[in-house]
């Protein structure tokens, strides 16, 4: 009863904003919208009965979602290990992050719908342009979530690790990515997101090449297919929110994780250890056990 309490507590809210947004979608589609103007916005009867039901477009739309999907994993990807990689050498020293940092911001504030159609005539407009510019979306947020990880250990581990005499290596492999993992993963719930408007927004841009999930919007709206149209845009809506809620679930049990393990080395395994009295001294209730007793003599 208890799980079935939390499940209706997490899902009722949304449940209900849902009902909310399709009953506004309806009231807006036969209530303000005459029958000749109501091609604007269709049902969403309609919609799915097009979109999804009819099985030559359902084809269509989840073949487009698997091209994009591959755009934006491969993108994460290499954002990932770039993100991480340019982090790790910023946190060594802060003269590389002085002099690193600036530029990992300039690549946040390129206008990448500017530089999309360079992209195209720089690498062609395949897999290679559109996967740059998941790369270029998705890169920021990764690195400045790690570096603010590498940054944060505590001080006390630091001097734990020096008074061990762990060199650089070790403190980076022992201490630090451990303790920055959840914000490393923060960094990609937030990059998975962006890497998928990515790989749409080249679709948008390049239309050539394999059919992406942006590619069909876009020829949708020139065919003036609405239900297609906004049967795609619901797809590409579903599987960001699916990304999202997958690193959502990695990076609560990376949390769980990283809570159940955060004793330092070296530190005692837990409160008996740390309960367990020395062997130079007696136990500070035989102390006072010795110190209340009358003395015989």
């Known amino acids: 009863m ?26 807006v589609s036969y209530l303000l919208l005459a029958p000749r103007r109501r091609f604007l916005l269709p049902p969403p009867h309609d919609v799915v009965r097009v ?4 099985p030559d477009n359902r084809a269509e739309l989840f073949a487009a979602l698997a091209v994009s999907a591959r755009v934006a994993v491969i993108g994460l990807a290499i954002a990932t290990v770039i993100g991480v990689t340019g982090a790790v050498v910023m946190a060594q020293s802060r003269w590389l992050e002085r002099s690193l940092y600036p530029y990992a911001v300039v690549l946040q504030t390129i206008p990448i719908l500017a530089m999309v159609p360079l992209f195209g005539h720089w690498f062609g407009f395949g897999l290679t342009a559109r996967v740059l510019v998941c790369v270029l979306v998705a890169l920021f947020p990764i690195v400045a ?14 001097d734990l690790f020096t008074l061990h005499g762990a060199g650089r290596l070790t403190r980076l492999w022992k ?12 960094g990609l719930r937030i990059s998975a997101g962006l890497s998928v408007i990515g790989a749409i927004v080249g679709d948008f841009f390049f239309r050539r090449g394999e059919r992406g999930i942006g590619i069909l919007i876009d020829l949708y709206r020139h065919q003036f297919a609405p239900e297609r149209m906004l049967a795609a845009v619901l797809l590409a809506s579903a599987f960001g929110v699916a990304v999202f809620m997958l690193f959502g679930l990695v990076a609560r049990r990376v949390t769980a994780w990283h809570a159940a393990t955060d004793d330092p080395p070296g530190a005692p395994a837990g409160p ?10 007696p136990a500070p209730d035989e102390e006072t056990r010795s110190a209340k007793e009358p003395s015989r003599h």
């Open 51 to 54: 979109g999804f039901l009819d």
């Open 175 to 186: 201490l630090q990515l451990p303790s920055a993992l959840p914000s490393i993963v923060t």
């Open 2 to 27: 208890k799980s079935l309490g939390r499940l209706a507590a997490g899902a009722g809210p949304p449940a209900v904003v849902f009902v909310l947004v399709l009953a506004a979608w309806y009231a």
């Open 272 to 281: 008996a250890a740390a309960r367990e009295p020395s062997g130079e001294s």
């Open 145 to 158: 979530n790690t570096l603010f990880g590498l940054r944060s250990v505590e001080r006390g581990h630091h």
